[in-house]
């Protein structure tokens, strides 16, 4: 397969000022006319005329209306053109029935939707589809449904057909058809300008019931946005759909977005605070690209950041907002280190920007999405709140209706604030995670910190340049009150020490406060500064993390040492549990321990091997010991971890659930789960019967409850995802491979549905100690399965690969037993493009 890259970005010979496009829908023949305005581009190099198109029936093609017979490959077409504007027409033939790759037109349970992003649209019709061209797109769809939905606003309408006018110009990308049997679940918001847009929740008969929280959430998004970036809506409707097969969570199109079933219905019944929490979360993202995305696009794919990176950061802050914002940050930084740090340290690291790919959609990744948040999130902290807004209003005036690049982005900060950013933007082109070691000195009343900043290889980049990391230090003095409040030191060089003099006694610091920077802090700090910061610390974050370190470095003395666990931290987090002025949910989250991946990267990068079951069993033995030690302290918790109240997604309610959650999950094992049957048996909200249902299949006499719930829940696929799912992530390792083996072969196990398939399968990979059996069982299973999934959905194949990212890990034995299973999946007769790429990356 071709390489694209960066460095060859070369415009589009030809712009297009209006595009009009008729589809007659049919499942197996739908034909999409297409009308093109051409005009020479006088920005471009001269350039033969292609236009892609995949998968494509061509019936017919003019220019100015004379018949032409371009030259077809699987690509695309290549025709010549006149030298001056013309208008290209051309019918074609497609079957969205037959679609289950889920890029371009398909169907899904009936109705027919589509999914643009990156590059579907040439497999709708013919079409420079690339994100640099932009044009006002018209649509006529004539179907026999009832719904028929495109971009934009709604023109007319009659008995199966509709028209639709889009009339701000935008890529290909964002296009959007729906047609089907839907119903709505409408609303109004009035923009600040005093504007009023209808809103609609788009749902399958039965689902109304629930969106009516997304429907509160897309409002307090449009709200923010005004209130936070002076944003608003700028069309007379906006609709949201719900369709059960889509690969990703959602899509931004214009005016129409698309959502995973998943991530926009929601009900106290069927949906966790976890659910609520992320479905709050994506609808305000998807509504946030309207600017940051749609009105502002990205120039090439490369620049994909530019939109993600942003509108991550955007609904990172505007969850901060609506929620707790300390939670907010833990939990952003413990899905950074879960999902980027592995990907930024093992084989398939690549820049936030990255500079060549074969198939784009293998870069909609932790790097671009999370990481490039965080180099955002560094950019604010280092100009300030004030150069931030100042940057982002003259980021809009100045490049409204552009395809812009990382290049546009730096350079309006640069002209808001007079800095030079050519050294932080290495941030999008290095990558790897920067590891920062701290040494320090005191003296006569000063105190230096020294940080060493050292970025290991990655693929491609052996040798790396220092980076600016914006680090947030604060210091305590020895009877635990802050001597110097949060302050932002610059690191530029690869070695930069930092004094803070008038000092009267040797401080505790506390280093990378907020998680200034997305960096590994190397520091040999004692137990009992730990200790001292988890009790003293101003910096709730950096409380946690204190927490977090106590608790890695003891499991790790337990797996290494065999040692019992730190009796030390243990004390220290009971008095934390007791303080009842903390926010419940924060001492839910101090409950936590690393997570068993984690814990082998840890080992890996100290030298051990890293063995899953004694991993494993070391979390096994913290747990009973936490039990055992607190068993009195469980009671009290447990009632602060109820509500008595009517059920509420919120921040309040939900922290209590989840400190009710940890500590049910302790308190089952001292009663062989009996409080979770009861819980399970009583539970009136999807939270508590989950949270329970966990903790019964942990305990291991599970078939009774899991038969209840799958008779009370069979004819909801969203709740069945949960069942699937959770009895292969909570079960015993043992048990984990057999156990989704039999999924695989229950009636409901809809393989083609790519929910249902993560469900098992994402629950397999995720389960360190089941999937990384020493047998290469669960090794083996997977790879069955994305072979046979590869032929149908090469994007969700592809993604599910990054489970064998970490191979080199492990011992000799099972790294071959991976490889093997790599290998054999790279054999597969016609290996899709998506899946081929990150497998010989993954095998580097
Ligand atoms: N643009 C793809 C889905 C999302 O990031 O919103
Ligand atoms: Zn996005």
Redesign the pocket.
Known sequence: PETIYLKDYTPFGWQVSDVHLTFRLAPKSTRVISKIHFAPNPEAPAQEFFLHGEDLKLIRATIDGVEVTPEVTPEGLRCAVPDGPFLWEAEVEIAPEDNTALEGLYMSSGMYCTQC?AEGFRKITYYPDRPDVMSVFSVRIEGDLPVLLSNGNSVDRGEGWAEWHDPWPKPAYLFALVAGDLVNFPDRFTTRSGKEVKLNIWVRPGDEGKCAFGMEALKTSMKWDEDAYGREYDLDVFNIVAVDDFN?????NKGLNIFNSSCVLASPETSTDGNFERIEAIIA??YF?NWTGNRITCRDWFQLCLK?GLTVFRDQQFTADVRSAPVARIENVAQLRARQFPEDQGPLSHPVRPESFQEINNF?TATVYEKGAEVIGMLKTLVGDEAYATALNLYFDRHDGDAATIEDWLKVFEDATGRDLTQFKRWYSQAGTPRVEVTEDWADGTYALTFKQHTPPTPGQEVKEPQVIPMAVGLLNPNGDEVVPTRVLEITEAEQTFTFDGLASRPVPSINRGFSAPVVLDRASSREERAFLLAHDTDPFNRWEASRLLARESLIAMICEDAGPDEAWLDGLERLLRDRDLDPAYRAMMMGTPTESELAQVLFERGHTPDPDAIHAAKEVLAQVKAERWADLLPGLAAEGTVDAPFAPDAEQSGKRALGAAVLALTSRLDGGKAARAQFASADNMTLQLSALAQIIRVGEDAEALAAFEDQWRHDRLVMDKWFGLQVGATAPENVVPRAEALTRHADFDWKNPNRFRAVMGALAMNHAGFHRKDGSGYRLLTDWLIKLDDLNPQTTARMTSAFQTWKRYDAERQALMRAELERLQAKPKLSRDTGEMVARILG
């Open positions: 992003e990703m969570g959602a899509m931004e993202h998807e690209h993600e909609y």
